[in-house]
């Protein structure tokens, strides 16, 4: 070898506030005993090739911008997980060309930025020979074995302030405002929004509701003489023996959008005769720069990835917990999701606060 010892960044699936920050963090970190090259569009630019070198100088210019300098897909040929989160076996030959690329170019190891479908490709790539190190990333907060993914409270903070908005304009006309949010398969954010806004009821996946308590909560309210609500919702959110509502906006996912749970909320309500109105925060929750927080949880992730590239310290993923960073396997972090567990101290204390969650059965004060 008669160059630098070569990395490789690549960042999958949708974009997060904090990918930038990460990206300059690692390359600062391993700046100049090593050259890193940044790929395009995810794994799809190892595929072909399509890359660019990472200098300080560059990435420097994009450490607290939203988005992602290198582009990303979740599409294409390395759709890690399908349906409702399996995992997918990749096409062998597509796998086979990846790794006659990285050897090619020489690299070392690949620093990989994303969630459990991205890092489900990381583990195959890593069992082809590739040397994979992880960054977990989700808006969600829904990666299994980390306290916080990076965007994650940046995500809730703008999901806060819609709620403070809706609160006004609700209050003002009696109206049931209802927030949709992202949220696949956990309810994080709408949880940790849903508190911070002073939500009356949050419902989140992991705990289905019905609309026959949904509809007791607000008329219980209207009993009292409160004729406003805010209902939070997470897109993944299902009622009792219901299904999750797809988006009927196409588009090119590896899985298909949510999108609609919010306003068949408001439609239900309507129909009872009460005035509700729903508004989707969709990817405004993802665009734009981290929020402090998350510039100084990002630059933590990139130099700890880097410093597990400098430490050979390869087939993990960097964990964050109880303000600690260290690693796990990324056969362990693919393993699971991180959900809301319905009996945890958040929900406990949520439950205090007087906050349903469209359970059957629950007792309103
Ligand atoms: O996984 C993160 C997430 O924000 C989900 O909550 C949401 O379902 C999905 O991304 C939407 O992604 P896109 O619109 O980019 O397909």
């Not at 809730?156 to 109206?175: K, P, Q």
Request: aromatic residues 8%; glycine residues 12%; hydrophobic residues 35%.
């Amino acid at each position: 070898m008669n160059h630098k010892p070569r990395i490789g960044v690549i960042n999958g699936g949708g974009d997060c506030p904090g990918l930038n920050t990460v990206i300059d963090s690692l390359v600062k970190t391993l700046y100049p005993e090593y050259e890193v090259f940044g790929f395009y569009k995810g794994y799809e630019g190892l595929l072909e090739k399509n890359y660019f070198h990472l200098l300080p100088e560059y990435t420097n210019r994009f450490k607290f911008q939203g988005g992602t300098m290198l582009k990303s897909v979740n599409h294409g040929h390395f759709p890690g997980k399908i349906g409702g989160g399996e995992l997918n076996l990749i096409d062998k030959s597509i796998l086979a060309k990846t790794k006659e690329n990285y050897d090619e170019m020489g690299l070392e190891a690949i620093v990989v930025l994303g969630g459990d479908g991205t890092m489900s490709v990381a583990l195959q790539l890593q069992e082809m020979g590739l040397n994979m190190v992880g960054v977990p990333k989700s808006i969600d907060n829904d990666l299994y074995g980390t306290d916080y993914t990076f965007g994650f409270q940046t995500a809730v903070e703008i999901a806060t302030e819609a709620l403070d908005r809706l609160e006004t304009t609700g209050y003002s006309h009696d109206r049931v405002m209802i927030l949709e949010l992202m949220g696949r398969n956990a309810g994080w954010i709408s949880l940790n929004a849903g508190i911070a806004g002073g939500a009356n009821m949050i419902l989140i996946p992991e705990i289905p509701f019905t609309y026959d308590q949904l509809l007791k909560y607000i008329q219980a309210r209207v009993e009292k003489g409160k004729h406003n609500a805010l209902i939070v919702v997470a897109e993944g959110a299902i009622s009792v023996g219901g299904e999750k509502i797809l988006s009927d906006i196409g588009g090119q996912s590896s899985e298909q959008n949510l999108s609609g749970i919010g306003s068949n909320i408001a439609r239900f309500l309507n129909s009872q005769n009460i005035d509700a109105r729903s508004t989707i925060l969709g990817h405004i929750q993802r665009g734009g720069s981290p929020n402090s927080f998350d510039r100084i949880l990002s630059r933590q992730y990139g130099a700890f990835a880097g410093n597990m590239i400098k430490d050979k310290k390869y087939a993990q993923v960097v964990t964050y917990n109880c303000h600690d960073f260290t690693s796990m396997t990324l056969d362990e972090c693919v393993s699971q999701l991180k959900l809301v567990d319905p009996e945890s101290s958040i929900v406990k204390l949520a439950r205090q606060m007087g906050i349903s969650f469209g359970e059957t059965g629950e007792i309103y004060f």
